[in-house]
């Protein structure tokens, strides 16, 4: 894996995307790496083959395209290992297997990306390990929680759909304490915006299918790692034959030369869309951390650099019966905005947001919560397709 060149790592966000990760001299001075498409690697020697002492062995074992890759997200993260996955759901599920044994007790935010609670409460539940949610403002509280079994607590700020904030070093300090692993989907804020390693977390997790692919056509996870907790995460991954496709990895690259400028984009429309629905009559509230309004604010404004164009809104509405009624007739009236899942592509995207899994930081009760992913179209377009959804309800 080439390491991160010492004038590079002084350099600021911008020059380091442009030039993480490969090193044009090492591959005949060509700007980008190679997309190597390997099974087979061969040996010169049986000798070198029983040693299986060279750089590459088999292709599920790493290329040089898929290390130019985990070299840049290395780089971004200040990770001591990366493994690439085939999407930000495995990016969750295969850490949670490297640190969890029958028997242990893992705590989970409620306000997790809903598939991972889903993969708890089911193979986790069939595997033995004992699933604990808890509320993502408890900070430094979840002492009370931890048990001489608990071996793994997992993050995730801002939260899916309800953007919740939670005190990362606060709960990564009481964590170590009682010697639990401390995993963060960082998604949201891409190592750009916050860098999870530096504020105690163990273990970063990202669905690279987001900000970093940045265009709709690539499911992709990446799990990071420190040095305490590489080896582990790296032998599993090896065990359950898990590695990422050599075009995928080539794009996740490509996709991370120009994540910084599309950032600051979305940042910038997303704020500007989140303060005029802030101001609008039919709207209840705003759920964006950048908003000095929103309860996690401060967290955000202490930890975090930027945010990313994702948030959510609840459509004022007073009657429960008619929630999703409401809603539909919103969404269904909107043009430029597409309905559909995931997020951190170009476009913008809407979706009803559906919180009945959560436990303890339940669905809205003054309205439907819609989420927004404002994508990098113009702003004014963007609050004139919102405005078809407004007068639809109207
Ligand atoms: C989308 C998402 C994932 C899963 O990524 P996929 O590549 O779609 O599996 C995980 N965590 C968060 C926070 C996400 O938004």
Redesign the pocket.
């Known amino acids: 894996m080439s390491e991160e060149k010492t004038w590079l790592q002084e350099a600021g966000d911008n020059t380091r995307l442009c030039h993480l990760g490969h090193d044009p001299s090492e591959f005949y001075g060509f700007v980008n790496p190679p997309i190597v498409k390997a099974s087979t690697v061969l040996f010169p020697s049986a000798e070198a083959m029983a040693g299986r002492n060279q750089k590459y062995t088999y292709g599920t074992r790493g290329t040089p395209t898929t290390d130019a890759l985990e070299a840049a997200i290395n780089a971004l993260e200040g990770s001591a290992g990366t493994i690439i996955l085939p ?6 599920s295969v850490p949670f297997l490297a640190y969890l044994a029958p028997g242990d007790h893992a705590l989970v935010v409620d306000s997790v ?1 809903s ?2 609670r889903h993969f708890c409460n089911t193979m986790l539940k069939r595997l033995g390990v004992e699933t604990e949610y808890y509320d993502p403002e408890i900070g430094a509280d979840i002492e009370k929680l931890m048990r001489p079994n608990t071996r793994l607590v997992h993050l ?1 700020a801002p939260a ?1 759909n309800t953007m919740e904030m939670q005190d990362v070093r606060a709960i990564s300090e009481v964590a170590h304490r009682h010697g639990a692993v401390v995993t963060m ?1 960082n ?2 804020s891409t190592p750009l915006y916050f860098r999870p390693l530096d504020f105690g977390v163990d273990v970063s ?6 900000y970093p692919a940045g265009h709709s056509d690539i ?3 990446t799990v990071s790692a420190n040095a305490e907790h590489w080896p582990q995460l790296k032998e599993t991954n090896g065990t359950m034959g898990l590695c990422g496709s050599a075009e995928d990895s080539y794009q996740v690259l490509r996709g991370l030369r120009t994540m910084s400028v599309r950032l600051a984009h979305h940042d910038k429309s997303a704020r500007a869309v989140a303060q005029w629905l802030s101001e609008h009559k039919d709207v209840a509230r705003v759920l964006h951390p950048a908003l000095p309004s929103f309860p996690g604010h401060a967290i955000w404004k202490r930890d975090f650099k930027g945010a990313s164009g ?1 948030f959510s809104f609840v459509l004022r509405e007073s009657d429960p019966t008619r929630f999703s009624q409401r809603a539909n007739t919103f969404l269904n009236a909107l043009k430029l905005f597409g309905l559909g ?4 592509g170009y476009e913008c995207l809407a979706v009803p947001v559906n919180l009945s899994d959560r436990t303890i930081r339940k669905a809205p009760t003054d309205g439907p919560l819609i989420r927004l992913q404002i994508g990098l179209e113009d702003v004014s377009d963007i609050i004139a397709d919102l405005e078809r959804g407004f007068a639809a309800i109207r």
Request: hydrophobic share 45%; proline share 4%; aromatic share 14%.
């Open positions: 999407s930000g759901l495995a990016a969750i990306y598939p991972c995730e899916s989907d998604t949201w997790i990202h669905a690279a299918t987001k499911l992709m996870g994702v899942y995931s997020w951190g």
